[in-house]
C-alpha cells in the first residue's frame, strides 16, 4: 500500500480580485495515519490549501493527488473524493443549514444513497459518540458556538472518511468545548484516522502532532518532525510564531543546570514536571 495518501505538487492559486497568489508553488505529502498540523501566519495559504483538498478551490497550476489518484476536479470525481476527504470549517455557520441536528447529520448518508431509516441509525450512532443526541431535534442556529462545532464534527465523522481536515477547530471556543474538541481529535487519530488542521497554537501542536508544516506566503517553508520543526527558531520567526512552552522551559532548565541537556525534550508539560521530579529526586 501506498504510504502517501495525499500529495500536492507545484499547486497556484490566485483568488479573483488578489494582488498576491495564496498557493504559490506550493509542495507537500501527507502519510496516511499520520497526524499533521499545518502552521503559519494569517494569510500563509493554510485554509486556501484545505479547500483545494475537498475540491471547494481548483488551482490553476500543479497536480493534487488522493491516494495515489490525480484528483481532476471534475463533478462525478469531486463528489467521490467528498466522500473520502472532510473538513470542519473554523465557523461552523459555514456548515451547518438542516431545520435540526438530527436532519443535519443524517444529509450526508441520505446523499450517499442510505435510506432515511438507515441515515437516521447512522446519525444516531455519531450523535451517541459525540454526546449530543440530547440536541437531536433542536435547530442547529439555536446551539451555543461549542455545540455548533460538535455536530459540524458530526457531519463529518457520519461519513466515514479517510482523511478529515480541520481549520483552526478550537477558535473561539470555551476551555471546556475545546477540551473536548481536542480528545475527540486524539481518538480519531488513535483509531488510525489522517487529521490535517490548521492551527496557531504551537504548545497545542508540540505535543499532538506527528508532523508539522510550516507555510510562508503561500509555499512551505519547512516540513518534518514536530519536536524538530517547532524548535527551529529562525523557521518559527519566519513564520510568525514563538518556540513553545515546552523546549523554552527545558533549554533554561539546562542552561540553568537544573535538567541534563543529554535527556530528549519532552512533547509535554506534564511529562516535563515528571523529568524535573525525577531530577529532584536523585541523591
Avoid at 438507515?118 to 455519531?126: D, K
Avoid at 440530547?134 to 458556538?145: D, Q, R, T
Avoid at 492551527?199 to 508532523?211: L, P
Wanted: charged share 25%.
Amino acid at each position: 500500500m501506498n504510504d502517501i495518501l495525499l500529495r500536492a505538487e507545484e499547486l497556484r492559486y490566485t483568488y479573483d480580485g488578489g494582488d498576491a497568489p495564496a498557493l504559490d508553488g506550493l509542495s507537500l505529502r501527507i502519510r496516511r495515519g499520520s497526524r499533521v498540523a499545518l502552521m503559519g501566519a494569517n494569510g500563509s495559504g493554510k485554509s486556501t490549501f484545505l479547500l483545494c483538498c475537498t475540491g471547494v478551490c481548483r488551482p490553476q497550476s500543479g497536480r493534487l493527488e488522493f491516494g495515489g489518484e490525480e484528483v481532476s476536479f471534475r463533478k462525478k470525481d469531486l463528489l467521490r473524493l467528498r466522500r473520502r476527504v472532510g473538513i470542519v470549517f473554523q465557523d461552523p455557520d459555514n456548515q451547518l443549514f438542516s431545520a435540526s441536528v438530527l436532519q443535519e447529520i443524517a444529509f450526508g448518508p441520505l446523499n450517499l444513497g442510505l435510506s432515511p431509516e438507515e441515515a437516521r441509525r447512522e446519525a444516531e450512532i455519531v450523535m451517541e459518540r459525540l454526546g449530543i443526541t440530547p440536541f437531536a431535534h433542536k435547530p442547529a442556529h439555536a446551539l451555543s458556538g461549542g455545540q455548533k462545532k460538535l455536530v459540524s464534527i458530526a457531519d463529518i465523522l457520519v461519513m466515514r472518511p479517510e482523511l478529515i481536515l480541520f481549520d483552526e477547530p478550537a477558535a473561539a471556543l470555551d476551555p471546556k468545548h475545546a477540551a473536548i474538541v481536542n480528545r475527540i481529535i486524539e481518538g480519531l487519530t488513535a483509531q488510525g484516522m489522517t487529521v490535517l488542521l490548521s492551527t496557531h497554537d504551537v504548545d497545542y501542536a508540540y505535543g499532538w502532532a506527528d508532523e508539522v508544516i510550516l507555510f510562508h506566503e503561500g509555499r512551505v517553508l519547512r516540513q518534518g518532525p514536530a519536536d524538530e520543526v517547532l524548535r527551529d527558531r529562525e523557521a518559527l520567526l519566519a513564520a510568525n510564531l514563538q518556540l513553545p512552552a515546552v523546549p523554552r522551559f527545558y533549554d533554561a532548565l539546562c542552561a540553568a543546570g537544573v535538567l541534563d541537556p543529554s535527556v530528549p525534550c519532552p512533547r509535554t508539560m506534564e511529562a516535563l514536571e515528571t523529568l524535573i521530579s525525577a531530577r529532584r529526586a536523585e541523591p
